[in-house]
């Protein structure tokens, strides 16, 4: 009796990873499994470890078939159990408030301290989004008025990674050549005496701020304040020594609203105008002179932004202009990621990183050089829409959407990791073929004639799986039995089960030595089939390993970037 219900089960659990691998591109998940057995079979929770075990084993001897062999198994069971009914789901993002087709004006605004990381994703991803479905006009803006945080080299490479994204720019602006608008509309606001020049400490000028008090410079006459702002412009203070400052409320509840400063001196030369500048712009100054200028509808930014954006709202109103509509999504934490231009950069000069696109960095290069695809990307930050809760960043989640875009194209070969030769014997030839796509045969296969003397070569953990269990699966080849020479033992697909075979991947003596570069710095060696090198796109799948981008190949080595399982 007990012996009967544990057959019944087994079946079910064959059932089960059989349906599971069928409707999951011949690889079934355990994990799919267990919940299910343990619900409809009670008996089975007074021994979970055991029953985990059996259901990893029997998903096992599935995963191991082709999927050819997976779906008439299944087929023969109940023909219904290969459908599966698939869900679509749309994301779109929700409409913006005022607009006019045709008429909305948006920017990208980065820093040029390097190229664009994961993070700048976002921004750019969402308002290309909004600019091509309303058909408007999107800006790239480079904010480079912090001199000291340069990399001349990020002018050109964040168009680059742009365009890469699929983003599409109308106009290009750079800050550090505009200062004399900055200047202009700064006098401006002293002349109304919306601004003043203050020569405080800056330190005192700072506590004052905290405790709601104007410091003496800011009720000054205002020919007083013009004397003073002319001679800031022209080299008369040292920096430190006087800044120009917007007023607000200086009893403004939020004390980061109330005065700003507008102008700075720098004495720091500008990688784009030496030193043909003093007096700095500060972000909040020119973001809003910048965005009224350039016709700015609307403006996407983080909630980080919030004080900011009641800073510049000042200016708008002390200027009579029009303000634009003002989005700010929630602040995105992405963990186990190294995104600082200035730590990327000082690794790069130290020979750590070999440049920007590392693949141990979050730069959009990085992501590029290991087979992630710009319309994952997308997909993610659309799919996240424009939110003012908080989130965490999920690799997983952007990997999924990656596979789901690069899996039914990337062909699959077999890349053995620390290989351990086997020879064999007993039989008169070595035949088998593989489909390079699982799920379309019209993609072709890959014919495997192991020429003689028969020779293969399987990894080092596998071997150590052959040796314990004494038969082994070279898949899509045959099945050997342990010893030296290994033993042909037939081609039967069927032992897999009887005998309880793991089925490995493996290469013959034409194989080419191969590394993958790992995200975490480390680099795996081992073999790799020779009809890689006939591969004509640049992702592949690595069977049992993961997907890979082919960086360089040759007769001698293929060079891969690891993407993800």
Same mark, same amino acid.
């Given at each position: 009796?007990?012996?009967?219900?544990?057959?019944?089960?087994?079946?079910?659990?064959?059932?089960?990873?059989?349906?599971?691998?069928?409707?999951?591109?011949?690889?079934?998940?355990?994990?799919?499994? *267990?919940?299910?057995?343990?619900?409809?079979?009670?008996?089975?929770?007074?021994?979970?470890?055991?029953?985990?075990?059996? *259901?990893?084993?029997?998903?096992?001897?599935?995963?191991?078939?082709?999927?050819?062999?997976?779906?008439?198994?299944?087929?023969?069971?109940?023909?219904?159990?290969?459908?599966?009914?698939?869900?679509?789901?749309?994301?779109?993002?929700?409409?913006?408030? +005022?607009?006019?087709?045709?008429?909305?004006?948006?920017?990208?605004?980065?820093?040029?301290?390097?190229?664009?990381?994961?993070?700048?994703?976002?921004?750019?991803?969402?308002?290309?989004?909004?600019?091509?479905?309303?058909?408007?006009?999107?800006?790239?803006?480079?904010?480079?008025? +912090?001199?000291?945080?340069?990399?001349? =080299?990020?002018?050109?490479?964040?168009?680059?990674?742009?365009?890469?994204?699929?983003?599409?720019?109308?106009?290009?602006?750079?800050?550090?050549?505009?200062?004399?608008?900055?200047?202009?509309? $700064?006098?401006?606001?002293?002349?109304?005496?919306?601004?003043?020049?203050? $020569?405080?400490?800056?330190?005192?000028?700072?506590?004052?701020?905290?405790?709601?008090?104007?410091?003496?410079?800011? =009720?000054?006459?205002?020919?007083?304040?013009?004397?003073?702002?002319?001679?800031?412009?022209?080299?008369?203070?040292?920096?430190?020594?006087?800044?120009?400052?917007?007023?607000?409320?200086?009893?403004?509840?939020?004390?980061?609203?109330?005065?700003?400063?507008?102008?700075?001196?720098?004495?720091?030369?500008?990688?784009?105008?030496?030193?043909?500048?003093?007096?700095?712009?500060?972000?909040?100054?020119?973001?809003?002179?910048?965005?009224?200028?350039?016709?700015?509808?609307?403006?996407?930014?983080?909630?980080?932004?919030?004080?900011?954006?009641?800073?510049?709202?000042?200016?708008?109103?002390?200027?009579?202009?029009?303000?634009?509509?003002?989005?700010?999504?929630?602040?995105?934490?992405?963990?186990?990621?190294?995104?600082?231009?200035?730590?990327?950069?000082?690794?790069?000069?130290?020979?750590?990183?070999?440049?920007?696109?590392?693949?141990?960095?979050? $730069?959009?290069?990085?992501?590029?050089?290991?087979?992630?695809?710009?319309?994952?990307?997308?997909?993610?930050?659309?799919?996240?829409? *424009?939110?003012?809760?908080?989130?965490?960043?999920?690799?997983?989640?952007?990997?999924?959407?990656?596979?789901?875009?690069?899996?039914?194209?990337?062909?699959?070969?077999?890349?053995?990791? #620390?290989?351990?030769?086997?020879?064999?014997?007993? $039989?008169?030839?070595?035949?088998?073929?593989?489909?390079?796509?699982?799920?379309?045969?019209?993609?072709?296969?890959?014919?495997?004639?192991?020429?003689?003397?028969?020779?293969?070569? *399987?990894?080092?953990?596998?071997?150590?799986?052959?040796?314990?269990?004494?038969?082994?699966?070279?898949? #899509?080849?045959?099945?050997?039995?342990?010893?030296?020479?290994?033993?042909?033992?037939?081609?039967?697909?069927? =032992?897999?089960?009887?005998?309880?075979?793991?089925?490995?991947?493996?290469?013959?003596?034409?194989?080419?030595?191969?590394?993958?570069?790992?995200?975490?710095?480390?680099?795996?060696?081992?073999?790799?089939?020779?009809?890689?090198?006939?591969?004509?796109?640049?992702?592949?799948?690595?069977?049992?390993?993961?997907?890979?981008?082919?960086?360089?190949?040759?007769?001698?080595?293929?060079?891969?970037?690891?993407?993800?399982?």
């Amino acid at each position: 009796m007990v012996r009967n219900i544990m057959s019944a089960i087994e079946d079910e659990i064959r059932k089960l990873a059989l349906q599971n691998a069928v409707q999951f591109k011949g690889q079934a998940n355990p994990k799919a499994i *267990i919940g299910k057995i343990l619900g409809t079979h009670p008996e089975c929770r007074s021994d979970v470890p055991g029953t985990t075990e059996l *259901i990893n084993k029997i998903v096992g001897d599935v995963n191991a078939m082709s999927p050819e062999a997976q779906k008439a198994e299944l087929d023969s069971i109940d023909p219904s159990l290969a459908k599966k009914e698939k869900k679509v789901r749309t994301y779109e993002l929700a409409d913006l408030k +005022n607009v006019e087709q045709g008429k909305t004006v948006m920017r990208i605004a980065p820093g040029p301290s390097g190229p664009l990381h994961i993070g700048h994703t976002r921004v750019s991803v969402l308002n290309d989004e909004y600019t091509k479905r309303y058909e408007g006009k999107l800006i790239l803006r480079f904010e480079d008025t +912090n001199p000291e945080k340069i990399d001349p =080299d990020a002018y050109d490479m964040i168009p680059e990674d742009l365009d890469w994204l699929g983003v599409k720019i109308h106009e290009k602006y750079i800050q550090s050549e505009r200062f004399e608008l900055y200047y202009d509309i $700064t006098r401006k606001l002293i002349e109304q005496g919306n601004a003043y020049v203050c $020569t405080c400490d800056p330190e005192d000028w700072r506590a004052k701020k905290e405790k709601k008090q104007a410091c003496p410079c800011r =009720d000054l006459p205002v020919n007083e304040q013009m004397e003073r702002y002319d001679k800031l412009l022209s080299g008369g203070y040292a920096p430190g020594e006087a800044i120009a400052v917007v007023k607000t409320d200086i009893a403004h509840p939020n004390p980061a609203v109330r005065d700003f400063v507008a102008l700075r001196l720098v004495d720091t030369p500008h990688p784009r105008t030496g030193s043909k500048y003093q007096a700095y712009p500060m972000m909040n100054l020119s973001v809003a002179v910048d965005d009224h200028l350039m016709g700015m509808t609307h403006v996407i930014r983080g909630k980080d932004h919030l004080n900011n954006t009641e800073r510049q709202k000042y200016v708008f109103g002390y200027m009579g202009w029009k303000m634009p509509e003002y989005l700010h999504y929630g602040l995105v934490n992405i963990p186990d990621t190294v995104l600082k231009t200035s730590l990327i950069k000082q690794s790069i000069r130290a020979g750590e990183y070999s440049g920007w696109d590392d693949v141990r960095t979050g $730069t959009v290069r990085a992501l590029a050089r290991r087979g992630i695809k710009p319309e994952a990307v997308r997909r993610y930050w659309v799919e996240s829409g *424009i939110k003012s809760v908080d989130i965490e960043f999920s690799w997983d989640n952007l990997y999924g959407m990656n596979r789901s875009i690069i899996d039914p194209v990337s062909h699959r070969y077999f890349f053995v990791e #620390d290989p351990v030769r086997y020879d064999i014997s007993g $039989t008169s030839e070595l035949k088998g073929r593989a489909p390079l796509l699982p799920d379309d045969p019209s993609a072709g296969f890959r014919e495997f004639d192991v020429p003689s003397p028969y020779t293969v070569f *399987i990894s080092e953990k596998d071997s150590s799986v052959f040796a314990k269990d004494g038969r082994i699966r070279l898949k #899509d080849l045959c099945n050997l039995s342990y010893g030296t020479p290994a033993k042909y033992d037939g081609n039967e697909v069927s =032992d897999i089960r009887k005998y309880g075979m793991k089925a490995v991947q493996w290469v013959g003596r034409d194989s080419v030595p191969c590394t993958v570069a790992m995200p975490d710095g480390n680099v795996v060696k081992g073999l790799v089939e020779s009809s890689l090198l006939g591969e004509k796109g640049d992702s592949v799948q690595f069977e049992r390993f993961g997907f890979v981008r082919i960086e360089e190949k040759d007769a001698d080595h293929v060079g891969c970037v690891f993407t993800h399982d």
